[in-house]
């Protein structure tokens, strides 16, 4: 079982940046595929970006973020980061980030393909 937390949410003006990180408890947590995950009130949990834990680690973006937002990860730390940048007020949601339920797993952007959540952390940009 994956335990994972998010931090670095906040409150940000339109146009600035936020890095959000993603510590996982797992000592094996590098093999498994991390995905960040946004909810605004009303909306449905849209997928953010992913990191596959297959070798090479390959990466995705959804549309909105791509060319702002940049996933990452420093495996010393246990962390999985998503550096933000040039926000919009659209951005603000609940952050999420997710593993997958067993290692190797493809990068993807839909929910369903992830088993373990941390809490969340709010982001909020102002205009």
């Known amino acids: 079982q994956l335990q994972l937390v998010e931090s670095g949410g906040g409150l940000v003006q339109s146009g600035g940046s936020l890095k959000l990180s993603c510590t996982v408890s797992k000592s094996t947590w590098p093999y498994y595929t991390i995905g960040w995950f946004r909810q605004a009130p009303g909306k449905e949990r849209e997928g953010v970006s992913c990191l596959a834990g297959s070798r090479g680690g390959s990466t995705n973006y959804a549309p909105s973020v791509k060319g702002r937002f940049t996933i990452s990860k420093d495996n010393a730390k246990n962390t999985v980061y998503l550096q933000m940048a040039n926000l919009k007020p659209e951005d603000t949601a609940v952050y999420y980030c997710?593993?997958?339920?067993?290692?190797?797993?493809?990068?993807?952007?839909?929910?369903?393909?992830?088993?373990?959540w941390g809490q969340g952390t709010q982001v909020t940009v102002s205009s």
């Open positions: 997710a593993a997958s339920h067993f290692p190797g797993t493809p990068c993807s952007l839909s929910a369903g393909s992830y088993s373990f």
